[in-house]
């Protein structure tokens, strides 16, 4: 430890203790926050992609018409000339 003898040539122990200026630290500032913004864009990106993956569940088929086409095909439905025409120039389009 150092021992102070004196300081520009005055020894400390000849200061009256009332003369002793205390300098009070300066109040800390409040600590910094963290903040976020989020832009409407990016919460509606977010919206999407959660929508996105939500429909990647779903399955493509829909089973309550796979159940119609089996009854109507089971029952002759679609035996008839009309139903055979439209099906049969749905598929020449589709090339």
Do not use: C, F, H, W
Not at 67 to 87: F, M
């Amino acid at each position: 430890m150092t021992d102070v003898r004196s300081i520009n040539g005055i020894n400390p122990s000849d200061v009256p203790v009332a003369k002793v200026r205390r300098i009070e630290k300066p109040a800390q500032p409040d600590p910094v926050r963290d903040r976020v913004d989020i832009s409407a864009v990016a919460t509606k990106a977010a919206e999407v992609a959660a929508y996105t993956e939500l429909a990647k569940g779903v399955s493509d088929i829909r089973i309550d018409l796979v159940q119609q086409a089996q009854a109507r095909v089971a029952d002759g439905s679609y035996l008839k000339p009309e139903v055979t025409r439209e099906v049969a120039r749905k598929i020449l389009d589709s090339l």
